[in-house]
């Protein structure tokens, strides 16, 4: 996956463009160069539309609901993304050559605040945050209206 680009010609040379990329596989980050001449062939990532089942203490589960088959992934390819799965939650499975590279949230997951301590008052002057608890036990800063149960 390229994460950026950038594109530059010099004089009466040729132009040029590098490339930051990230390995799906592995994490990896590199810089590649290109030159005009350059040819890339596109990865074929399919992807496919799961929903997340539970997990244990090394897995998740997923289950493709159009055949009910089920999968496994190992947590740490989705240490982030576990903040914000929840039960029957439906995510895009990336895959590449039937090997699952990592899982792709929704734009927008409805999570419940378990715990968000109350707010102080007169304290409004510089955008104050205050720490809160998601139903996954996911903490984050949030703006001080934010209550438990929201």
């Avoid at 030159?35 to 992807?47: N, Q, R």
């Avoid at 990336?94 to 699952?100: A, K, N």
């Avoid at 929704?106 to 104050?128: E, F, I, Q």
Wanted: aromatic letters at 8%; proline letters at 3%; hydrophobic letters at 35%.
């Amino acid at each position: 996956v390229v994460l950026e680009a950038t594109h530059s010609k010099q004089g009466r040379g040729q132009a040029n463009v590098k490339a930051k990329a990230k390995n799906l596989r592995t994490g990896a980050t590199t810089i590649l160069s290109f030159t005009g001449g350059d040819k890339v062939e596109p990865a074929h990532i399919e992807k496919r539309k799961m929903n997340f089942l539970y997990s244990d203490d090394s897995n998740i589960y997923l289950m493709d609901s159009s055949d009910y088959s089920q999968i496994e992934i190992d947590l740490s390819k989705v240490e982030w993304e576990m903040n914000f799965l929840k039960e029957n939650l439906e995510v895009q499975v990336r895959m590449f050559q039937d090997e699952i590279l990592d899982i792709e949230l929704p734009a927008n997951v409805d999570l419940k605040v378990t715990y968000a301590p109350d707010a102080v008052k007169g304290n409004t002057t510089t955008n104050p945050q205050k720490k809160v608890t998601l139903e996954t036990n996911f903490e984050l800063e949030t703006p001080m209206f934010i209550k438990e149960n929201d």
